[in-house]
Nanobody, 124 residues
């Protein structure tokens, strides 16, 4: 079992920045690929960014490329999502998730563990 707790969400103006943090506990964090997903009301859950177990390989959704950065600190069992140049369309609940795969999974069904989510609201 892996427990995930997100923090760092909030209200920010367009063009601003936020850093989300996901703290993990339980089984060996460093063996999991970690992903950030988001879900806006009435929309499907969308893969935002993924990092492999070491942080050496990453994936970004097209809508966030060049603005968001995923990173991890295995010594602290933590994964981060730095979000810059935020837009109103980035407004959603953001979730972190863990997947026991060596690849970079982008579908929610590939992830066994999920956090409770943190709300990000970007005002125009």
């Amino acid at each position: 079992q892996v427990q995930l707790v997100e923090s760092g969400g909030g209200l920010v103006q367009a063009g601003g920045s936020l850093r989300l943090t996901c703290a993990a506990s339980g089984r060996t964090f460093s063996s999991y690929a970690m992903g950030w997903f988001r879900q806006a009301p009435g929309k499907e859950r969308e893969c935002v960014a993924v990092t492999n177990w070491s942080g050496s390989s990453t994936y970004y959704g097209d809508s966030v490329k060049g603005r968001f950065t995923i990173s991890r600190d295995n010594a602290k069992d933590t994964v981060y999502l730095q979000m810059n140049s935020l837009k109103p369309e980035d407004t959603a609940v953001y979730y972190c998730a863990a997947s026991n795969t060596i690849r970079l999974p982008t579908t929610p069904s590939s992830y066994a563990y999920w956090g409770q989510g943190t709300q990000v609201t970007v005002s125009s």
